[in-house]
């Protein structure tokens, strides 16, 4: 499969929730593997999954996503470009753009 570019939904300050479809798709859900996330600079940090119940829904969570946040600069109001590459099983951070 080609690199697919996903939305992702920041709810909250520093917690990053992927949606159910996207976690399913890319294999994540399989034992809550880990998510290795790849910056603008090429630097990659690998999270935990953990699974949250908001109103009796399913979600997926991204642990330690405050780290990632603070390391890039990153603050509210920016908008997150990401590609899944499912070889690597990873996310790779393509662009940042203010809303």
Same mark, same amino acid.
Do not use: C
């Given at each position: 499969?080609? @690199? %697919?570019?996903?939305? *992702?939904?920041?709810?909250?300050?520093?917690?990053?929730? &992927? @949606? #159910?479809? #996207?976690?399913?798709? +890319?294999?994540?859900?399989?034992?809550?593997? @880990?998510?290795?996330?790849?910056?603008?600079?090429?630097?990659?940090?690998?999270?935990?999954?953990?699974?949250?119940?908001?109103?009796? /829904?399913?979600?997926? +969570?991204?642990?330690?996503?405050?780290?990632?946040? #603070?390391?890039?600069?990153?603050? *509210?109001?920016?908008? &997150?470009?990401? /590609?899944?590459? /499912?070889? %690597?099983?990873?996310?790779? &951070?393509?662009?940042? /753009?203010?809303?």
């Amino acid at each position: 499969m080609d @690199p %697919k570019f996903f939305n *992702f939904s920041r709810k909250g300050d520093y917690r990053l929730h &992927l @949606p #159910v479809e #996207v976690v399913e798709r +890319a294999g994540l859900s399989d034992n809550l593997q @880990p998510l290795s996330v790849q910056n603008m600079t090429w630097d990659i940090e690998v999270y935990e999954m953990k699974t949250e119940l908001n109103g009796g /829904t399913l979600r997926y +969570a991204v642990d330690g996503w405050r780290k990632f946040m #603070v390391d890039n600069q990153l603050e *509210f109001g920016h908008m &997150l470009h990401f /590609t899944y590459v /499912t070889s %690597k099983k990873k996310i790779v &951070l393509n662009d940042v /753009t203010s809303i």
